[in-house]
């Protein structure tokens, strides 16, 4: 069993930045690939980042390319959303997930554990 525990989400002003924290209990963090989703009002998850078991492979959506960066630290049991230059499109509520393989981590079906979610809300 995984459990996941968001923070870092906030408002801020376009232009601004935030940086996402996901922080997972057990020992077993470091044998999932992680991601990054979110959610806007009315919305579907949509898929935003993902990262492999040990950092050595990121990708992203077309939409955050550039602008957000993820990262993990297994020795911390986190993984992060560094998030800048946001937009009010980037306005939702951000999850992070554990998947078990990179190469299904850009499908929310694939994944075994999410956290609860932040709210990331970007002021025009």
């Known amino acids: 069993q995984v459990q996941l525990v968001e923070s870092g989400g906030g408002l801020v002003q376009a232009g601004g930045s935030l940086r996402l924290s996901c922080t997972a209990s057990?020992?077993?963090?470091?044998?999932?690939?992680m991601g990054w989703f979110r959610q806007g009002p009315g919305k579907e998850r949509e898929f935003v980042a993902r990262i492999s078991r040990r950092g050595l492979y990121t990708d992203y959506s077309e939409s955050v390319k550039g602008r957000f960066t993820i990262s993990r630290d297994n020795a911390k049991n986190t993984v992060y959303l560094q998030m800048n230059s946001l937009n009010p499109g980037d306005t939702a509520v951000y999850f992070c997930?554990?998947?078990?393989?990179?190469?299904?981590?850009?499908?929310?079906?694939?994944?075994?554990?999410w956290g609860q979610g932040t709210q990331v809300t970007v002021s025009s």
């Open positions: 997930g554990a998947a078990r393989t990179y190469s299904d981590a850009t499908n929310s079906d694939e994944y075994d554990y």
């Open positions: 057990g020992r077993t963090f470091g044998s999932y690939a």
